[in-house]
């Protein structure tokens, strides 16, 4: 795999590079993943109580995301990088309001501020580099 070429290259390889190893200590060791998001840590789980399977699948979803991250780092696509901006904006926004509302544990908020964070780094990047918003120019013909 090729190292990014760009500086949003480079915040994009970083936020893939995080989301692939968190997923991967969600898939390898829940019980630590949700410790460090502050929930609480049952010693034995109810009948009915699916909270491993939902980290399970939210661990491998954070492994696939992580690995689209990294390759499109390597491709320098810069499309999926300006696509992932008000994406990661609304995320920061939905689990900051989870967080404020007491559905989720004040340490969650960490899962949200990286992503907005991560974000608007992204987007400065982009912005610097002239990339923030799609060229206008018309393609042309190839025929």
Partial sequence: MRLPRSFSGW????????AFALG?????SPTTLLAMLGFEVLDVRPAGDYTLVYMAASSMA?????VYYLFAAAAD????FRWTVPFRLVTFAVFTTLVLT????AKFFGVGLWEGVGAL???????REGKLLPSRQQPRDVA
Avoid at 11 to 17: K, L, P, Q, R, S
């Fill in 11 to 18: 915040t994009m390889a970083v936020f893939g590079f995080l």
């Fill in 24 to 28: 991967l200590l969600g898939l390898v």
């Fill in 62 to 66: 954070a492994v696939n995301m992580g």
């Fill in 77 to 80: 696509y810069t499309p999926f």
């Fill in 102 to 105: 007491g559905a989720a544990p």
């Fill in 121 to 127: 780094v992204t987007g400065f990047a982009l912005w």
